[in-house]
């Protein structure tokens, strides 16, 4: 139950079996820091590349393919009182007549005051001058290395985890990814100071971070998608294009966790879930969509 | 401001330009009978067929294409003990490869107890005997007659409404459509007492009911697509294929109403959504699928 | 066996159970003009609105719901030595980040040669001065009332036809669609001088003609989707949002064809289409999309 | 202009910046042995695994990022007598209605004879004893390292090309892909004898194969998508999932060609395309989906 510190020297672009930078043990805790989306660090220095430059990865001792590793965000503490956001709907994300309406996208800086709950644009608009928005910080980018030995970009995200960009993943959550790796090789990065359902401007505010997490070995539990556990709910989060992909593997998913943990039938299942599911679209921007599926415990309440 | 009591004779399975059964003005209150999806009423009596029976159309005096009409939900009361759902999710939500998993579709019969707010399968499986929902009744088809003098199923929808089967359509909001016939002609049924989000199963529990609604004419306003407001929220509709789209459309609506009512421009608006739009997947069952795109009252303390 | 010659004096905008313009028997042979798109006649007189105003309906006598009315497209005689076309890609067609290179959508005049057998801009810009395209008349838009007692825009199409621009509905072809009400009610307009793959630009080549056609009522023989035959190829079309749905129906509808033709069991039909399937992108324009599914007649060579 | 033979000995499931195992100059042609998409050779003894083992990396001396590399598919001969496929369509292309429809899919022979250029079913059922297809092969997955050092699987493609499964990646075509990484790293396999469009059944008749083709380095010509070149034809390929993306892909691509070889601007381009265009579903079973977007060189006559 050691607690390691770390501080990244060198980035990764891509999630894949790259040379750990720590091995760690089931159980214990790390706190790290991650530089922004395009490399961005605590003191606003350029330390890494886009896209998503990645802290890690961590070697899990004793994880296989088969397993899952559990990973529960204790905190994310932001470092930086400043973060950036693009300024205009992703064309993706409006009626295709209505792209052109948009002037060309720039990268706009925000104030971030961690104490106060509270970011807002540095240099905003005449509407917006009196507007601001709470601080939620959550995790854009961490996963576990791929199948087949891939290393595939963190502009993305699959079945391993990856660019997801979803506000659900923040602190206080257990998230849990299949291991398809020796090691589980565990990769974190581009923290979030807020961002709506959808990162609908291809962006949420992005900053540096110091993120602690706890790793949890799970032996010879095969997931299918990431998944996640908070208090008062659980979830599944598939990825993929178009969003009703995204959201067929994510249903499915929480499925399967229900059939196993609950010993339900598919029609049992299919009841619970057709009266409690709730859907969140994560992002709706990156290559891979992601959809979450979210049960609350209390809507498993007289299961087994 | 009268206060009509409607009890239909007769139901229509398109939603167009039918004669009306009422005229009623601006500022009228109607409470008016539903059958269920497959057209029973409250007393188990088939009186319509599939799909979807609708009461009405209520003729709204004055109503013209170009103006909006606004329909307060005041109440929904559930006037049978009885529902139904579908046992199975619906092939399209989980992964093709996941289909064949699930035995044929059946109609399943559930008890609601509006009194204690919840409501259980009649004869529930033994993973399911102490398991029971929240009574949370919603409207799962209704809007008014659409443009070019088209008379469309009730089993979809589109920018006039229709079978948005979305459980945001609850007792207290205010939903607005665009008026596209004279009169409006405003149609309802379809009243389910629960239902995920997605209707994956392809229903809500399916049910009779008395809806208590309002209407308010908003001359020469025209919007694009099903607006809703709450205390805390306002929200908009789009419906389409695939899920992509309907997101499109919602967020684009969402887009010219935070510029119409706040004065914004693109970049403003998009500032604003882009850190608080939420989304909900109202339906990913019927012929067109429906996501609402929703921004909470708070997000938008400062602006004008 | 009586040749009918229609010329109409009113037009619809939708496609449903309106008052037939001609009764005919099976057999007959329908000589009938109609005007482009935007409701021009030969003359270059607006006689009707938009979208895509039929000529029609034509009342089959005894066709009845569950019958298939086939419809041999005999000759498509262009009546204007004029046409028009959009000069943009769409904006769906693109990737949205390519959008706003394009200006605003103008309608564009075209000379069609209908001896020469080609066609062009009438005011090209100097890299077009000596480029013209090939003359290849289709029906943009034809089909029978869809079911429910439906009327549907004919700017979108569906299981009874529609607006479905494919190139493939050309001269010679036998067209079968899938009878909802009493006559059918066959409805046709829309012809393109000229059409891509996919219509790109949001129309074909725009004009007035005269269409023969020649009806033949196939009793008790229930079909899903339109299917069309020529000398060399069988096909049935699909008509849905995205393009992958729209796929799903044109590919359920030919397994079901060769099922029911060939004595053939889902394995049989699959290996079949496994090998010799031909997808055509018919439109993917419009509100609905559409796609045909090919075999040569070549491919079922050996078959019972 | 040296001509190689390569006999591979180990097979990488990935597509990235692999050590290279030959070295060769532009102009120089190689004959190259590809196993099937399970690993089985030309003597049916398992060389590789799953998925689609490929042959290479070639390293192209001089090739740099920004570069397009041009490779003229000479020759595919096959090495086998024998090919297999799946018997049933996939999930993903059927309603998913009919899904449940279909037996497990399995795993089928075929004989090949090159020599009278037909295949057939090893074992065919009754239906399909007199039936055979036309041998048409091709290579279903090849291309180049992609961009920021990814290794992505052999199951899917993208920009540097990968497992598009198109049946007009054929001899006599020249293929043109983006480089990313020195050297170029050309790879491939996956050889199929014969395929339908949209490879259905989520496989060509998959077979072993000797395949000679001739490398040529354009510098300093930066594309985006995979391009052909046929002597009637040219085309481009978009690769991603749905369908509407992959051609929206195919289609942006085959503008930029449009306005770079031929001096045209977004009018002019959309003019010529919106009459000439050809789409082909590639594949519709992958993880990314591809489209081909075709014009006709006859429909270029008159441009500059």
Sequence with gaps: MTTHRFVPTAFFNTIGSHPPVLEIASGDTVIAETVDAHGFDRHGNKRGDRPNPMTGPFFVAGAEPGDTLQVKIDAIRMTRATGWTFDTLSPNVVDPGAVARFPERRKTGWVI??????????????????????????????????????????A????????????GFCAGVDVMFPVSAPGALFFLGDVHAQQCDGEIVGTGIETAAEVTFTVKMIKNRKIGWPRGMTDTEIFTVGNSRPLDQALQHATTEMLDWLMEDYGLDEV??????GQAVRYDVANVFNPAYSVACRIARSALTGLK
């Design 113 to 154: 005051d961690a104490q106060k709950g509270r970011a807002w644009l540095a240099e905003p608009p005449a509407s917006l001058q009196n507007w601001s928005v709470a601080v939620e910080p959550m995790i854009g980018c961490f996963g576990v290395a791929p199948d087949v030995g891939q290393a595939i970009s963190t």
């Design 156 to 167: 993305t995200s699959g079945r391993y985890g990856g660019n997801m960009d979803y506000r």
């Design 268 to 273: 049992a299942a299919s009841h619970i879930m």
